[in-house]
């Protein structure tokens, strides 16, 4: 198994440009979970899902959309990116109330 | 206001001492409580978890932790440092279940040889 994967590892954008930040995860868990993380500060939850087709918001969902239309895929939109969007972004998954796996992280520039 | 804090933001070691990262929250009741590691440029790895029982919990890489209700704390200890050790740890309640985690800043520890 791969686990939890992130595409692209590394992203430069410029103000106002949109992205879409990749997450797959092959253990068939039915939770989905968004992280921002912000240089020297704990993770933030962004948005998570419970299931194919259910989404809902974390604690910092703003500037930020999900879709989940698969249990594997949970891809993350930034439609204007600002510089505040600058940071880690970590997507994890898990199954209901188990161990959340985490994949590597992709590091977002805003300019 | 509710808050997990670790309050040492950089802790450095000699190889081969033993550890202790604190970590306290302030919810109303017990939360599930965790502990990550994070290396340099990787995700996050769960090192060990309590959800209720046994207040001292066993993990990984001979790491353990003792929850302690009246202090609400969750610290980390391990009884002798090695180099691989070294990385960036955090501590993390989940007042509300999985969806609701919420993580401290991180403690940075820095191993010497």
């Known amino acids: 198994n791969a686990g939890v994967t992130q595409t692209p590892k590394f992203r430069i954008l410029k103000i106002g440009q949109s992205m879409t930040l990749q997450c797959t995860q092959d253990?068939?868990?039915?939770?989905m979970y968004w992280y921002r993380q912000d240089p020297g500060m704990g993770l933030k939850l962004i948005y998570y899902?419970?299931?194919?087709?259910?989404?809902d918001k974390g604690e910092v969902p703003n500037g930020y959309n999900v879709s989940r239309s698969t249990t594997e895929d949970f891809p993350l939109r930034l439609e204007l990116a600002a510089p505040s969007q600058t940071s880690v972004y970590f997507c994890?998954?898990?199954?209901?109330?188990?161990?959340?796996?985490f994949g590597p992280g992709t590091r977002l520039l805003v300019l | 206001a509710q808050s997990v804090t670790q309050p040492d933001i950089h802790i450095t070691v000699s190889e081969g001492a033993s550890l202790e990262l604190r970590c306290n929250y302030s919810?109303?009741?017990?939360?599930?409580l965790f502990w990550y590691v994070q290396s340099p440029g990787q995700g996050l790895q769960l090192l060990l978890k309590?959800?209720?029982?046994?207040?001292l919990v066993q993990g990984i890489k001979g790491f353990e932790a003792e929850f302690k209700r009246s202090q609400s704390s969750f610290n980390l200890r391990k009884p002798s440092v090695h180099w691989s050790d070294a990385a960036e740890y955090f501590c993390?309640?989940?007042?509300?279940?999985?969806?609701?985690?919420?993580f401290g800043a991180g403690t940075r520890l820095t191993v010497k040889p």
């Open positions: 994890a998954s898990s199954y209901v109330e188990e161990t959340q796996y």
């Open positions: 253990m068939n868990h039915n939770y």
């Open positions: 899902s419970v299931g194919a087709g259910i989404t």
């Open positions: 919810y109303g009741a017990t939360p599930y």
């Open positions: 309590y959800f209720s029982g046994d207040t």
């Open positions: 993390a309640v989940a007042p509300g279940g999985n969806n609701d985690m919420r």
